[in-house]
């Protein structure tokens, strides 16, 4: 089984759209969750940090569920400009991050 | 402020030749982490550093790849007697520290083998 795994997509949806993405990993002892985005043939860049209590940033909600080791992120009212990879990463203290294989997302006019 | 400094982005070797890339981490940041990304593929771990120090290298292929962070200068990650399916982007990044959360990642550094 893979350390971290995403459903790949692509997920296709229209403008205004709610879209959810969920992700699983499997070291109970990991600490630390993030969602990066990556554009085309660009570097990640960090979307938000995932805390225990969940946790939102304008269109975005970020979830943990360290009992069902569980992440899920909520974007709400679709740009366009959402169109990338999300990917999700999980640290352990002292080790390494590891990503998840990335969710394609395209928003379509 | 400069953030992660990766060179080249670009590269082109032949088959047997050497890659050498080089990272800069952003001011202050001590951990370097390397990463590979196959085309249409996520991205892999391949070893995480501290000046000096390899951390963990346990995504690093037994042969031709190695890393150093030297206490002077950047991050290298070498490749010897490259081969095709070494072509990837590399990408590294940087943290300040142990369990500080954000990476910081340069632009990547883009390998071609002929």
């Known amino acids: 089984r893979k350390e971290v795994e995403q459903d790949p997509g692509p997920f296709n949806v229209p403008e205004g759209a709610t879209v959810a993405f969920n992700c699983t990993y499997s070291?109970?002892?990991?600490?630390?969750f993030f969602w990066y985005r990556q554009d085309c043939r660009k570097e990640p860049k960090l979307l938000m940090s995932?805390?225990?209590s969940g946790n939102e940033d304008g269109r975005f909600t970020a979830q943990l569920n360290r009992a069902s080791q569980y992440i899920s992120l909520l974007i709400r009212d679709s740009k366009l400009s959402d169109s990338a990879t999300y990917l999700c990463?999980?640290?352990?203290?002292?080790?390494?991050?590891?990503f998840g294989p990335g969710t394609r997302l395209s928003v379509l006019p | 402020n400069a953030g992660v400094m990766q060179n080249p982005r670009h590269l082109v070797r032949r088959r047997g030749q050497e890659a050498r890339l080089r990272c800069s981490p952003m001011k202050g940041h001590s951990h370097v982490y390397w990463y590979r990304q196959l085309p249409e593929e996520g991205l892999k771990f391949m070893v995480y550093l501290q000046k000096e120090n390899i951390i963990d290298e346990s995504g690093m292929p037994k042969e031709r790849f190695s890393a150093e962070f030297p206490k002077e200068g950047p991050s290298i990650l070498r490749i010897q007697q490259v081969v095709r399916g070494d072509s990837a982007a590399y990408f590294c990044a940087s943290s300040p520290g142990l369990n500080t959360g954000e990476l910081f990642f340069g632009e990547g550094s883009r390998l071609t083998v002929l």
């Open positions: 995932v805390y225990s």
């Open positions: 070291n109970s002892a990991s600490q630390s």
């Open positions: 990463v999980v640290n352990n203290y002292g080790q390494n991050f590891v």
